[in-house]
């Protein structure tokens, strides 16, 4: 291809896309509205796209600027002497690194085992997964939908090596009581992580400005990790997450070094050997470049926003906030007559982007809507967009999941469904095409209610076997597109 065919074609594939900048995504990605920090974010990129912190000796560079982040972070999570971090891909890599350094500095224990709340982000059951830790999963307050301190230090036992909170969840956007669930860790002299990485670069700065969050930084005793993402609130191009230890001892489990083979002496600090030093340049340009004060008023924005956004939902029929938020992101609850799946459709039909959750134990489905800085100014518009579904969706009706759908979903086996099985599926959905081909509909209603009945193992086993089907070379054609 031409150099001209590769940029045209680039842009005609990345047209299908969720828009990452104008504020109308409201989940995925985080838009400062500051082009300037975009494009310095950008330049930077370009400038250590092909650096590799594989060996901090070779590209000193990034090993500053590694440096540099953590001590940003350190100082806006009150870290105290003596703490220490790392850099990492992303929230799920911080995440990831907690658990398997909790795990690894606790070899006198046999099954370990870490308590979270059922709010815990999903990256805790990946990291479960992956080091064959096992979860004890323990039930929030179902009104407030924050971890119950009394309960989790009731499941904490000899086999435990970590209890994780959020500050604050993904799910809902409260922040967890991190001092007493800290406290009841330490009692027991467990670690305790706080999953910060939405919030650990926004709630400070609207601590600052006045908002009464419980304490959650190291300023409580007994934290002893905390995760913050770059590429969320600090508003970094993605690939980007900071993993905060309260000692450097807490951290050397994390580490991992390889020298009894022929080649170089593998020494790495996270996850990736080879690492690309572009989105750390990028975060360290856009961090510097907005600065302190920047990330206040920005802060500042997204705050007003949100307070404007809530009171304009509760002034609306038919939906609600599941829970006043303690950060920049909420959960919309809606009552029978409107299907949040329904809704979630209307709104993308008016440019909008909110993210079905399914239905939770005893708790609805709901949409989730993370505000970004951007999207601030666009609040008005975003609650005449709501009216306006809100309204269409109650004339739709619900949407009602075919019996003999229900029914054929009821009989799969998790622990079996294969292609045969999932096309079967298919086909009574109405989702196979012509050739057999996934034929996603362009409302996703009726997909979203038929997951939401699925119980949790068998909405996993259909994405799996979903994601399969959509990730096969073969679908996406020969290089060139077509
Ligand atoms: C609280 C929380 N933890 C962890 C993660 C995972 O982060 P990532 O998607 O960067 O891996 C997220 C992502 O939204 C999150 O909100």
Redesign the pocket.
């Known amino acids: 291809m031409t150099p001209d065919e590769v940029l045209d074609r680039l842009h005609e594939l990345q047209s299908a896309d969720l828009p990452t900048h104008g504020g109308r995504t409201l989940a995925y990605v985080y838009d400062s509205g500051l082009a300037e920090a975009d494009e310095l974010g950008r330049r930077a990129l370009e400038m250590f796209a092909s650096s590799n912190a594989l060996d901090p000796t070779a590209f000193p560079s990034l090993l500053r600027m590694e440096n540099d982040l953590v001590a940003a972070a350190g100082r806006l999570l009150d870290a105290p002497d003596g703490f220490t971090g790392s850099v990492t891909s992303?929230?799920?890599e911080s995440?990831l690194l907690a658990v398997q350094a909790a795990r690894d500095s606790r070899g006198d224990v046999e099954r370990p085992r870490m308590v979270l709340p059922s709010t815990a982000?999903a990256?805790f059951q990946k990291a479960a997964h992956y080091f064959r830790v096992e979860p004890v999963v323990v039930d929030v307050d179902p009104h407030t939908f924050r971890a119950d301190p009394a309960a989790m230090a009731a499941a904490i036992d000899a086999h435990t090596v970590l209890v994780a909170v959020?500050a604050p969840?993904?799910a809902h956007g409260v922040v967890d009581p991190v001092a007493e669930v800290a406290a009841a860790a330490a009692a027991a002299g467990v670690r305790c992580h706080v999953?910060a990485?939405?919030g650990g670069w926004v709630l400070p700065y609207l601590q600052r400005l006045g908002a009464q969050v419980p304490a959650w930084t190291f300023a409580v005793d007994g934290v002893t990790s905390i995760s913050v993402?770059l590429?969320k609130y600090a508003y970094t191009p993605k690939g980007v997450?900071v993993l905060l230890h309260r000692t450097a001892d807490l951290r050397r489990p994390q580490f991992f070094a390889w020298a009894d083979w022929p080649g170089y002496t593998m020494l790495n600090s996270t996850t990736q050997s080879t690492k690309s030093g572009a989105p750390l340049a990028a975060a360290w340009a856009v961090v510097n470049a907005i600065g302190d004060d920047g990330y206040e008023r920005l802060a500042s924005q997204v705050a007003d926003g949100l307070r404007e956004l809530v009171e304009g939902v509760e002034a609306q029929p038919h939906v609600r906030v599941a829970a006043a938020p303690d950060s920049t992101l909420l959960a919309l609850v809606s009552d029978e007559t409107c299907d949040v799946f329904t809704l979630s459709d209307e709104m993308l039909a008016r440019g909008w982007f909110v993210q079905p959750q399914m239905a939770f134990r005893d708790m609805p489905p709901t949409l989730h809507l993370t505000l970004s800085a951007a999207t601030a100014p666009l609040v008005p518009e975003f609650l005449v967009a709501l009216e306006e579904s809100v309204a269409a969706a109650v004339a739709a009706g619900p949407v009602q999941v075919a019996p003999e759908l229900a029914q054929a979903a009821a009989m799969l086996d998790p622990a079996t469904l294969d292609d045969a099985a999932f096309d079967g599926l298919l086909q009574v959905a109405g989702l196979a095409g012509d050739d057999g081909s996934l034929a996603l509909p362009q409302r996703m209603a009726s997909v979203n209610a038929l997951l939401n009945i699925a119980p949790p193992p068998l909405r996993e086993a259909l994405l799996l076997a979903f994601l399969d089907r959509l990730s096969r070379p073969t679908a996406a054609g020969s290089p060139a597109g077509g």
């Open positions: 992303g929230g799920t995440i982000h990256a959020s969840s993904y999953d990485c939405i993402d590429h997450s």
